[in-house]
């Protein structure tokens, strides 16, 4: 196990790649999970998501997203609370050009090891829920990878970049030690093609 030099804590580092926004989001069944770890004594990192795609400009909610992501920038790296951190990537969801989206994972990847130095985090356990994240979460040491089915990431009536959605989301559904699923529907689409694919509701107690 590692440890946690800004809190302390010898319990395992979770980190959380999340499909919201910690600040501004409703709270999902992500950010249960992660509360009730952390009331276990886990030091948890909360990566708010970037998004699968740009907000479409004239759109409902456009000018609601783009001033929520401005203050979640400008907070980046803050403790919601002792023991529990909230990391708001400075990044776009630029996955229509693949260049841009290496270059987008470079940056993000600096973003997350700075605040993984700045927290002491080494080989944290990786909670990914949205596939977003999936080229950073693969060149990051960990301990163990669950991959967390909130939604059939692919099927967004407003994805543009649906291939390279799919590919990340594939990557992260190989690599991931265990797989779990919010609906029957997700889970009898993906428990046959590898092992440790469970059905986890969002109303299950994780108490």
């Known amino acids: 196990m590692t440890s946690d030099a800004a809190t ?3 319990r395992q580092p979770v980190v959380c790649f999340a499909g919201d926004d910690y600040w501004t989001s409703n709270p999902h069944s992500r950010y249960h999970f992660m509360h009730a770890l952390h009331r276990r ?4 990192l909360w990566i708010n998501s970037m998004g699968m795609n740009l907000p479409r400009v004239g759109g409902g909610g456009f000018v609601k997203r783009i001033t929520g992501k401005l203050r979640s920038w400008r ?11 909230v990391l708001s990537p400075i990044a776009l969801p630029l996955f229509g050009s693949r260049v841009l989206a290496d270059q987008m ?3 993000i990847l600096q973003q997350v090891r700075w ?10 356990l990786v909670f990914a ?3 977003s994240y999936a080229e950073v979460v693969m060149q990051l040491p ?3 990878l669950i991959y967390y089915y909130s939604d059939k990431y692919d099927a967004y009536r407003d994805l543009t970049a649906v291939d390279e959605i799919r590919r990340r989301d594939q990557q992260l559904f190989q690599a991931a030690n265990a797989v779990f699923c919010v609906s ?14 469970h059905y986890l509701p969002h109303a299950v107690d994780v108490e």
């Open 105 to 107: 994972d470079r940056w």
């Open 184 to 197: 029957r529907e997700i889970h009898g689409g993906l428990v046959d093609r590898r092992p440790h694919v």
């Open 115 to 124: 605040a993984y130095r700045r927290l002491g985090i080494e080989r944290p």
């Open 142 to 144: 960990r301990d163990g």
């Open 75 to 85: 907070r980046f790296l803050r403790e919601a609370e002792p023991g529990f951190h």
């Open 41 to 44: 004594g886990h030091p948890i």
């Open 129 to 131: 829920s949205v596939p």
């Open 8 to 10: 302390g804590s010898a």
